[in-house]
Nanobody, 126 residues
Framework: QVQLVESGGGLVQAGGSLRLSCAASGRTFSSSYAMGWFRQAPGKEREFVAVINWSGDRTYYADSVKGRFTISRDNVKNTVYLQMNSVKPEDLAVYYC??????????????????WGQGTQVTVSS
């Protein structure tokens, strides 16, 4: 079992920056896990944001955040980060961290992940 706890959400002004963190724990957490971020805006379905492999040398982003958001991970701390720059009003959502036992692949769909955090709210003021 893997537990994921997000933090770092809050209110940010449009054009500003915010960094989300996701701390992972559990006996089964290992190098076979990719880590992803998803988000769900009010009235919309959950959507993929970014994913990173275990070693951190492969990433993939949704077109809507490419060039503005950066996903990274610290395997010593078992933590994955989402650096959000040039935040836009449409980035307002609950952001979820996810862990998938993918053995190297980088899934973009929710079904590719086994564990989810409880979510952290990001609110954007214009």
């Amino acid at each position: 079992q893997v537990q994921l706890v997000e933090s770092g959400g809050g209110l940010v002004q449009a054009g500003g920056s915010l960094r989300l963190s996701c701390a992972a724990s559990g006996r089964t957490f290992s190098s076979s896990y990719a880590m992803g971020w998803f988000r769900q805006a009010p009235g919309k379905e959950r959507e993929f944001v970014a994913v990173i492999n275990w070693s951190g040398d492969r990433t993939y982003y949704a077109d809507s955040v490419k060039g503005r958001f950066t996903i990274s991970r610290d395997n010593v701390k078992n933590t994955v980060y989402l650096q959000m720059n040039s935040v836009k009003p449409e980035d307002l959502a609950v952001y979820y961290c996810a862990a998938g036992r993918t053995y190297g692949s980088l899934p973009r769909g929710s079904s590719g992940y086994n564990y989810w955090g409880q979510g952290t709210q990001v609110t954007v003021s214009s």
